[in-house]
C-alpha cells in the first residue's frame, strides 16, 4: 500500500491533460507547487513507548514482531481519508503510532492486551489501514493517562480456519485481505461476494468492526448480515459468539461486536455465509430522465423485486462527470439524465429470467436501456476511484467523498440537504465544487446516498473540507440520515454519531466498554469520545 | 384469555374419545381426578405493594388504570408454559404480582418507572401474556430490596401511529394485538406476514423483546429483522433508535433492545418494514422417506432457493401422530415418512413460476408431492396447537414444547441429542414420552429445531418435567445449539443462557441493564440473573 496515497504505486494513472484543462477552466484547480516528498523526508516524532513497555511487547508476540522504526510507524499513521493523505504528503505524522506489533496468535492479541493495559499503552487495532472516517488516530491518550499507543497490525492472522461446506459458513482470521479470502473461497467453488471500494486492500476484520457494505449489497446482502459467528479477545477476556445463524437468546451481542471499531476488542475470527461461485455474470446501464425518477425505479426493484446483484444510480452531475467509470472520466460530458448500472448473477437461464422482469419493471418507470457497455465500464473500474483520487490531488484537485442512509420517504431532502451544505461551504471558502451522488445501497424501506467532492485544493484544503463536512453531517442528522451508512464513525464522525445515539445510547456503549475494557487502552477517543472529554 | 389455559374458551374442543384411547394405551395416560378450579378459588398472596406505591403509581397513570383486585392478579400471573398452566389450576398464584398498571402514552411509561424506582418496586411488562420461557414471574427481589412487583400491562398503547407507504414501514404502538395490527394493515392493502403460533394473542412489543419467528419466516423473515426503529422507556431516560434500515454507525442498538426482555427498558413504539398483502396464497404437503432426507430438502431451498413463504418439516413421529393438523391429530397413524407442508405466496404467475421450480429441487431430493391437503389442512389449524394442549392437560396428559436453533452441520446431533434427553429421563420419571419434533425456520447457515412433548402427566408432572426440561438443555449446549431459536430466556433458560453467552457477555449485559436500569426494577432475574446470586 502506497504510504501517501492509495494502493499500487504501478497502478497510478495520471490524468489526461484535457481533464486537467477541464479541472483549471471549471474549478479553478491550480498545479501544486511543491514537489512531492519521499517516505523518509515525513517528520516522526520520537516513539513515547516506554523501555518497559516495549520489553513486555516483545515478550507477547517475539521482538521481531514489534517494530518502532519510522517507516514502519509512517505506514501505520492515519488512515486514507483525503485529510490523512493531504497531512502525510505534508511530510506531518504527529498521529504516528509509537509502535506496531504483529500478533500471530489469538492468545498473542491477549497477550498484548494484558501487557499494554499494564504500561498504560493505547491499542489500535489495524487490518487494511483504509479508514477513511479517522478510525486509526486515536484521540486523548494523556487525559486518559495513557503514555503511548501501539498500532495493533494483524496481517499475521491471515488465514482461512474452517470451511463448512454442509452450513455453508468459512471461519476466517481477521487480518485476511479480502482478494485473498476470495481466492482461498474460489479454490473450493464459493465466493463471499463481499465487494467494497476497498476491496483489493482491506481485511476480514475490519469488515466485520467498521460494518462494511460492498457493491454487490443488493445480492450478497451487507457484511454484518453475512457473519454468524466472532471470537473477539477483549482486556478483560474472549468472547465467543454464534451458534445458530439466528437465536431469541437474548440481544445479538454479534450486532454489539459488528460496528464496535476496536474500541470492545480485538476480532481475532470471523465466521461468514458463503455461497458458490455464481456461473456468470452480467453488467448493463440504463438511463433514467433525473434523479427521483431513477430512486423511483431503485425503490421499486427493493420493494417488490427482483432485485440484481448489484445496482447503483448516478445523480445528473456524477452521470454528466462519468464517475461510474474512473478510466474514462470527462469522456461522458454530453451524457444527459442519470445512469443506472445493473450487475446479474446466476446461471445464465436466471440471469435472463432476471433480466426480462428488471426490464418490464425499469422500461414501466421511464428507463432506456443502453446495453452492456455503461456496466461493463463501470465493472472494469469499480475498484479504480482512490487512484483516481490520487492522480486529482497529485495536480491540485481536491477530492473526497461522503455517505448516509435513510427511509425512502426522507432520500430527497437529505440528498437536497447534503448537497447545499456542501455546495454553499465550499463557495464560501473560495473553493466551489462538483457535488455528484449515487445510491449504491437499497433496502425495502430505504437506501444510502454517497456523496463525491471535486473542488480546487487551495492552500487551505484540510480545514475547508473540515468546514464543508461538518455542515454536511449536520445536514445529515437535520434531514433524519444517519451519520455513516459504510464507512463508520472513527474520530471524525464521533460528535456527530453521539448526537444520533443520543445520552442514553453513548452511556450504554460506555458502560460495554468499561465492561470489557476496564483500563480504556483500546481506541481510544474512536467511536466513543474520550472520558476526559465527557 | 383464558386464565387457566390458552385463548377463547368458546374455541375449547375436547380430544376424540380415541385419542384418549390412544394416550391411555400408549402412554399410560390416566384421567384427572381433581375437578377443575374455578378462577375464584386460586389462592391469591396478599398485595404487597405499599401504599404510598399506590399512591404514586395512581399519579402517574390515573387511578382508575391501577388495579389490585385478586382477578386482575391472577389474570397476569406467570405465563402460558404448561408448568405455568398446571401451577395455576392447581389453584397456585404465589407469583402473582401486587397490582396491575396499565399507562396510556409512552410518557405515563416512564412516569411509571420514576414511582417504581422511587418506591422499590419491581415492574414487569405484560404484553399478550404468552411468555412460556417463565418471562413474567421476577425472582430475587427480597435480595434485591424490592418490596413488591407490579405487571406493566400495555394493552392501553395500542394504536398504529403512522403508516409510511414510501418507505413500506408502520410504527405500532407496543400493547397492540397481532391480529388488529394486521387488520390496521390490511385496510391500507399491507401485511406484515408475522404469524407466530401465539398470533392471535402476542402483541407487537412482545414480538420486539423476545425475537418472535413466525409461521411464514421463510417468506417474511424473523420480527427482529423486521424492526427498523424503536421507542424504549427506560427507568434513565428515553431511547430513540434507527434512522436508517442499516447503519455503520456504530453497533446495532436497536439489536441491543430486540431480545432484552423487558430487562433494559419498555419498548412504547415500533416501527417495523411491511408488505403488500399478496395476491394468493397456495399450500401443500410434500412426504420424504426420513428426516435426514427431508433436512437435506429444506437446506437446499434455504440455501440454492427457491424459498416458499412457509416451509417445515415434521420427523417421523410427528407426521404419524399427525401434528401438523391439530385438529386431526391420531387420524394419520398410518402416515409414513416425513411430512413437508409449503406456503407459496405472490400473484398466481409467480406461485407457478416458483412452485415449479421448487417441484424440480424436491421431486429430485427424493420427495414424493402429496398435494394441496396436507398443507391447507396445516394452514387451517396453524393456531390450535395450543387448544390441543388444554385438552390434553384436561385428559391427564402431559405436553410441552421447547426448541432450538443450529448450524447445518450440528442439526444431526442436535436432534438425536434433544430426543434422547428427553426420552431417557422422562422415562426415568415413569412417564416415558412421545417427541416429535419438526424444522420450521429455515436460514441459509442452519436451522431451528421444535420439539413437542406427550407423556402421562403424573402427580409429579411439574418436578418431572423440569428433570427433562434441564436434561434437554443441556443436550442443547453440549450438541452447539443456541438454548432458543424464538421462545425466549425468561428465567426458565436464564442458567443455560449465561452459560451459551460466557461470563464476558453477561458482564456486558449486566453493565448495559446498569446503566439503563440503575436501581435495577426491571424485569428482575429475567434474562440476566439476579445480582444477589453472581
Redesign the interface.
Known amino acids: 500500500m502506497l504510504w501517501s496515497g492509495w494502493g499500487d504505486p504501478a497502478r497510478a494513472t495520471p490524468l489526461p491533460e484535457s481533464v486537467v484543462g477541464l479541472l483549471r477552466d471549471l474549478l479553478g484547480v491550480r498545479p501544486v507547487e511543491a514537489p512531492p516528498l519521499t517516505l523518509d523526508e515525513v517528520v516522526v516524532p520520537p516513539s513515547r513507548l516506554p523501555e518497559a513497555a516495549l520489553a513486555a511487547l516483545a515478550d507477547a508476540v517475539g521482538a521481531e514482531h514489534v517494530r518502532t522504526d519510522d517507516e514502519a510507524r509512517v505506514r501505520h499513521t492515519r488512515g486514507k481519508s483525503t485529510p490523512d493523505l493531504l497531512r502525510i504528503r505534508a511530510g506531518r505524522a504527529e498521529d504516528a503510532p509509537d509502535a506496531v506489533v504483529l500478533p500471530g496468535s489469538h492468545d498473542e492479541v491477549l497477550a498484548v492486551l494484558a501487557a499494554c493495559a499494564a504500561h498504560r499503552v493505547a491499542v489500535v487495532p489495524f487490518g487494511g489501514g483504509t479508514s477513511v472516517v479517522g478510525g486509526l488516530a486515536p484521540t486523548g491518550l494523556a487525559a486518559s493517562g495513557l503514555t503511548a499507543f501501539a498500532a495493533l497490525d494483524l496481517r499475521r492472522l491471515d488465514g482461512l480456519v474452517e470451511l463448512?461446506e454442509?452450513?455453508?459458513?468459512a471461519v476466517f482470521q481477521p487480518g485476511l485481505r479480502a482478494p485473498r479470502a476470495e481466492e482461498l473461497l474460489r479454490e473450493r467453488g464459493y465466493t463471499l461476494g463481499h465487494f467494497p471500494q476497498s476491496f483489493e486492500w482491506a481485511t476480514i476484520g475490519g469488515f466485520a468492526a467498521?460494518?462494511?457494505?460492498g457493491q454487490a449489497s443488493a445480492g450478497y446482502g451487507?457484511f454484518?448480515g453475512m457473519v454468524?459467528g466472532l471470537t473477539v479477545a477483549?482486556p478483560?477476556?474472549?468472547?465467543?459468539?454464534g451458534?445458530?445463524?439466528?437465536?431469541?437468546?437474548?440481544?445479538?451481542?454479534r450486532?454489539?461486536?459488528?460496528?464496535?471499531?476496536g474500541a470492545f476488542g480485538v476480532i481475532t475470527s470471523v465466521r461468514v455465509?458463503i455461497?458458490?461461485v455464481p456461473d456468470a455474470r452480467a453488467y448493463e446501464g440504463w438511463r433514467f430522465p433525473d434523479f427521483a425518477a431513477g430512486s423511483t425505479a431503485l425503490?421499486a426493484l427493493a420493494?417488490?423485486g427482483p432485485l440484481p446483484t448489484v445496482l447503483r444510480l448516478s445523480d445528473e452531475t456524477e452521470t454528466m462527470i462519468g464517475l461510474a467509470d474512473p478510466s474514462g472520466v470527462g469522456a461522458e460530458l454530453s451524457a444527459s439524465g442519470c445512469l443506472v448500472v445493473l450487475g446479474l448473477e446466476g446461471t445464465p437461464d436466471e440471469i435472463e429470467a432476471r433480466r426480462a422482469r428488471i426490464h418490464d419493471v425499469l422500461t414501466g418507470l421511464g428507463g432506456e436501456p443502453l446495453g452492456a457497455e455503461p456496466g461493463e465500464k463501470w465493472e472494469h473500474g469499480r475498484f479504480n476511484a482512490p487512484y483516481l483520487r490520487d492522480a486529482l490531488l497529485d495536480v491540485g484537485a481536491f477530492a473526497e467523498t461522503l455517505e448516509?442512509?435513510?427511509?425512502?420517504?426522507?432520500i430527497p431532502a437529505l440528498y437536497a440537504g447534503v448537497k447545499r451544505a456542501l455546495t454553499d461551504t465550499l463557495a464560501g471558502s473560495g473553493t466551489p465544487p462538483l457535488v455528484m451522488c449515487h445510491i449504491s445501497?437499497v433496502?425495502?424501506?430505504?437506501a444510502?446516498l454517497y456523496f463525491t467532492v471535486v473542488s480546487a485544493q487551495g492552500p487551505d484544503a484540510v480545514p475547508h473540507w473540515e468546514k464543508a463536512k461538518h455542515a454536511a453531517n449536520d445536514a445529515i442528522l437535520a434531514a433524519?440520515?444517519?451519520?455513516?451508512?459504510?464507512?463508520?464513525?472513527g474520530t471524525d464522525?464521533r460528535d456527530w454519531?453521539a448526537r444520533?445515539?443520543?445520552?442514553?445510547?453513548m452511556?450504554?456503549?460506555?458502560?460495554?466498554k468499561?465492561?470489557?475494557d476496564p483500563s480504556g487502552i483500546l481506541n481510544p477517543g474512536i467511536?466513543i469520545p474520550p472520558a476526559a472529554e465527557e
Open positions: 463448512d454442509v452450513s455453508r459458513t467498521a460494518r462494511s457494505s451487507r454484518d454468524v477483549t478483560a477476556g474472549t468472547l465467543d459468539l451458534r445458530a445463524p439466528k437465536s431469541a437468546a437474548g440481544p445479538d451481542l450486532q454489539l461486536v459488528l460496528g464496535s471499531e455465509r455461497r458458490p425503490r420493494q417488490d448516509t442512509a435513510a427511509f425512502w420517504a426522507d445501497h433496502y425495502p424501506s430505504g444510502s433524519g440520515g444517519t451519520i455513516s451508512h459504510h464507512h463508520g464513525v464522525h454519531y444520533e445515539t443520543g445520552p442514553l445510547g452511556a450504554a456503549l460506555r458502560a460495554v468499561d465492561a470489557l467511536l
